[in-house]
């Protein structure tokens, strides 16, 4: 049985956001959604960066060598928006999520990270594969929120884990599945699932065959919901051309939002009443804090999700919601290095306070002294280096003890050796003393 994929990408940068941080793919054997974030100067590249490694990946490959392939894209992704954040300090704090899922005849391979989604259409039931990288979604997996609770928890998009958001290997799900005919694949940022529900978003699947005109009108839903985010749904349809001979595979990709060459486009709300309200309120509601530090330097994080630095805000709100202790809990398990005094540290918790709450405690203080590491690694103290395991913070003290340069002891300088006369040269080695000025020979 030959598979193909019928596919489509479609983004839109919504009625509230000023850019468009989605970036989207589809091709014939290739589908990705990243939705940035990082400030207005990040998000947008964190996306483009994602999609630029997987895309590459877009042609036929064996089905055991995919999950290798997408590992590897996805890695060298992360380790370049380490580089371009370690470079740039306008770039502090920039990530992204990422869904990518490569075809080989009827086998698909399937890498997530974050709290963008998958979800799989088939029989009319519609089925969300995967699992939310969110503080909020930990709480429902220990049980204490209930998925309905979830669904409009204030802290819901506070993402644990990302592409970007610190040094070490990406944690990513992974999974291998059949491509069965019939089957539609919808990967959407929260843009789509966050304003319309779930029930919906099946309904239309289910509803509209076209995926280009499917995909559109979802968009058209979040809009009319009031737009708040970057909307971006990537559709794919499984064919079986034994089940359809005449059937005409998809071979041109489609890129869409922050990756594409259309990346300005305006939203396509137009002047509906959802844009005419967003506008309405955006005009009318004082600057958060963010937007004025924008006129003067760039957020480091984009204020809807990041768990580095809000996690704190998260905390407190979900002690008002009866979970406080559970995501203190969470936070004494991380641990990071940072300066006690004149030494390197490691401290256990979060570089975070909360009123009089400190979410970081001393472990431990090590006997290498900052002073005696080079330069950069002195500038790499200068923020936290976050980790976390106790082995991994050990490990990142190990490094920098590895960085300082070796003690190299001083070479004793010999004593001059004083001028000897020419008779002692001579008489040295075994010659005749030479004769007095005038004797003769």
Not at 265 to 276: E, F, H, M
Request: glycine share 10%.
């Amino acid at each position: 049985m030959s598979i193909q994929m019928r596919f489509a990408a479609r983004s839109d940068v919504g009625l509230v956001r000023s850019g468009n941080q989605d970036s989207g793919y589809a091709g014939p054997h290739l589908l990705v959604l990243a939705d940035g974030m990082g400030g207005p100067a990040g998000g947008d590249i964190a996306s483009s960066v994602a999609v630029a490694h997987l895309a590459v990946l877009d042609d036929a490959h064996g089905a055991d060598d995919m999950l290798d392939l997408l590992r590897d894209a996805v890695a060298a992704a992360h380790a370049e928006l380490m580089e371009r954040s370690d470079a740039d300090a306008d770039l502090a704090g920039l990530g992204t999520t990422c869904i990518a899922i490569l075809r080989s005849g009827n086998k698909l391979a399937m890498v997530h990270i974050g709290d963008s989604r998958a979800y799989l259409l088939r029989d009319g039931v519609l089925t969300q594969v995967t699992e939310d990288h969110t503080f909020v979604q930990y709480l429902v997996s220990t049980g204490r929120l209930t998925p309905e609770q979830a669904e409009h928890h204030p802290q819901r998009n506070v993402i644990l884990r990302a592409l970007g958001d610190s040094d070490g290997d990406v944690q990513l799900d992974e999974s291998l599945r059949e491509a069965v005919p019939g089957d539609r694949w919808l990967l959407a940022s929260d843009g789509l699932f966050g304003v319309v529900s779930k029930e919906t978003i099946a309904e239309t699947l289910t509803s509209i065959d076209d995926p280009g005109a499917c995909a559109e009108e979802l968009i058209s839903l979040a809009l009319r919901g009031g737009g708040p985010d970057n909307v971006t749904c990537v559709i794919a349809d499984m064919l079986s051309t034994d089940d359809q001979p005449g059937i005409r595979a998809d071979t041109n990709p489609q890129v869409v939002g922050s990756a594409a060459v259309d990346r300005l486009r305006a939203s396509r709300g137009g002047n509906g009443s959802a844009a005419r309200a967003a506008a309405l309120v955006s005009s009318s509601r004082a600057p958060s804090p963010e937007e004025v530090l924008a006129d003067d330097e760039p957020v480091p994080t984009r204020g809807r999700r990041w768990v580095g630095w809000l996690v704190a805000t998260v905390l407190v709100l979900a002690a008002l919601a009866g979970a406080g202790y559970a995501g203190y809990s969470w936070t004494q398990t991380q641990y990071f290095v940072a300066p006690a005094g004149q030494y390197v540290a490691i401290y256990r918790g979060i570089p975070q306070e909360v009123g009089p709450l400190h979410l970081a405690r001393l472990h431990e203080r090590t006997d290498l002294r900052v002073e005696d590491l080079p330069q950069v690694a002195q500038a790499r103290l200068e923020s936290p280096i976050t980790r976390g395991s106790l082995a991994d913070a050990r490990s990142v003290v190990e490094n920098l003890r590895l960085s300082v340069p070796p003690v190299v002891a001083p070479t004793p300088t010999p004593a001059p050796t004083p001028p000897a006369h020419a008779g002692e040269t001579a008489a040295a080695e075994g010659a005749a003393p030479a004769a007095p000025a005038g004797s003769a020979a």
